[in-house]
Each structure stands twice: as C-alpha cells, then as structure tokens.
C-alpha cells in the first residue's frame, strides 16, 4: 500500500512511519522542513517537502494514495486556533475530494463531540465536520486520550514549587495515552482493506488513573515521594499560563480543557465507548518522565 502521513516526525508520526515500513507499505511523510528529510528518508520511508498550508502540494502528495493520516501540526503562533484548523481542515478536503483519496485516519481528541466549552479541543471537532463531508471516504477519527507527555509541561512547577497544579481536582479520574499506543491503533486502521465509504470513531487510551495517583506515581519515579497535585482555580490557571508566555487567549483555551476534564464533560463519550487500554501503562511512562526530568 502507499500511505501518505502528515505530522513530519512528531510523537505519532515518526513512530508510525517506523511501523509502516516495517509491515512492507510505502510510506511517503509530509514534512515543512528540507531538513528532515536525511531522518525520514533513514526510516526507510520517502520525504515530501512542503506545507499543509498549500491546497495544491497536499492534492500532489495524496495523487495515488491508498491510505493517508492527517493532523493538523500544532502552531501556538496562530491568533486562532479553531480558524486555523478549520482553515487546514478544508485545505485536506480539497486535495482529498481531488486526488480521490478514499482511505483517511484523522487524529482528533476526546471530547471532539463538542461543539463548546472545549477550548482548544474545538478545532478538532471542526475538522471532524469538514472531513465527513467528502464523500466516499472509509473515515477513522481516532480520539485519543489525555497525553501523558503533557506532564512535561509540569517539569518547572516541580523543581520550582513541589507541585502539580491545573484546575481540577486531584480526585479526577483521567484517561491517559501514550503516543506508541496511538500510532499501533494507526498503523492498524490505515493498513484496513477499503471495504466502501464509512465513518468510524475510535478511541484510544494506554491507562486510567486520578491525577493524585499521577503526581504520587511520577513523585516516586524522580525521587520526589511527597509531590502533590494541587487544584488551582481558572483565574490561578490562566494566570501561570499566561506568565509563562502564552498569549491570553491561547491560555484560555487551555483552561477550558481542563475545565472540561474536571466536569466530565470532556469524558463523557469516551465512558460511553471505551476502548481496549494499550499497553503503555502511566508506570512506564514515568520511567520516560524521570529520564527527561
């Protein structure tokens, strides 16, 4: 099969290029930098230099495809996420409908259900939209979890203040994923056979803990035993967010995310589908954690 991936080499994408190769397909990766690829080319797969961003390089790239994988790649740079993801939603419709791709797998998130209160999890629902309505597509949105490499974010706070904060409670019981696990349910539903237009959800997590268990597991893993999750209000929240350099809105997006963990709201499809867990437990991803620490 040929299998067209966007993402570059991120967290998901490198390691499903990697696993890819291995099952035989060709495997051709998007990426914006000239400079990757020497790296992509040594996972065994061809490097396609270019930008989202361009209707036309992606309808190129996708001519001949049997199977693609589209996320849009983060950019905190943009004053609106949700137009920016709208906007490279409608630019991988466009080359889809033109190149006549028919098999996609679309990285989402939980809580793409929504239609508000999610933050920055909006722009992925848009995009859902906007790809069901290409007609013909066998569509996969994968929907994964929380991610625990999120938690690196938290590596300032610990050393600075002994703590874990965000605005929920240390009770919250969250769903967690790691990136291999979501490349596996990938590389698995892009190698289906097309079987007819359709348009599956499917959900991805690795482990299921409450964020107290997170800060006593990765508090054990750094040599930290009494490192605690303390809850900070929104306006606590928003405000360290927004001391640390991030624009307020793109802050506030953040807020609502967690908002949405601690109500239930953000999970509350997931409890109602929930898939097999993967196999990278929050135990093993400390070990990933301490050596970064």
């Known amino acids: 099969m040929k299998i067209i991936l966007t993402g570059s080499l991120g967290n998901i ?84 409908r033109q190149a006549g791709v028919r098999r996609v797998v679309q990285l989402s998130s939980w809580g793409a259900h929504l239609a508000a209160g999610t933050g920055g999890i909006l722009g992925s629902h848009d995009v859902e939209i906007i790809l069901r309505e290409v007609p013909g597509l066998a569509l996969t949105q994968l929907r994964p979890t929380s991610f625990y490499t999120n938690m690196y974010s938290f590596v300032g706070m610990i050393k600075g203040a002994g703590i874990i904060g965000v605005n929920y409670a240390g009770t919250t019981r969250v769903a967690f994923v790691h990136p291999l696990d979501i490349a596996a349910a990938a590389a ?11 348009q599956t959800v499917r959900y991805v997590a690795s482990d299921e803990r409450t964020a107290d268990e997170v800060a006593h597991v990765l508090g054990a893993a750094i040599g930290r035993p009494d490192l605690r999750w303390v809850a900070f209000t929104d306006a606590q929240m928003q405000a ?46 400390a070990k990933e954690f301490a050596a970064a620490f």
Request: aromatic share 8%; no cysteine; charged share 20%.
């Open 13 to 96: 994408s490198q390691p499903l290029a990697a696993e890819l190769v291995r099952r035989g397909q060709a495997v051709t990766v998007i990426s914006s930098k000239a400079e990757k690829q020497p790296a992509i080319e040594a996972l065994g797969a061809t490097a396609a230099i270019g930008s989202v961003e361009d209707a036309d390089f992606l309808t190129a790239t996708f001519a001949g495809a049997d199977a693609v994988y589209l996320m849009v790649p983060p950019s905190f740079q943009e004053p609106d996420s949700r137009a920016y993801h709208q906007r490279i939603g409608h630019h991988y419709a466009r080359a889809m």
């Open 240 to 285: 360290n967010l927004v001391s640390h350099g991030l624009p307020a809105a793109r802050a506030g997006e953040i807020v609502d995310i967690y908002t949405s963990i601690g109500s239930g709201a953000l999970g509350e499809d997931y409890e109602l589908h929930k898939p097999a867990l993967g196999r990278v437990k929050l135990e093993d991803f």
């Open 188 to 198: 698995e539903e892009l190698t289906k056979p097309f079987a007819g237009a359709s």
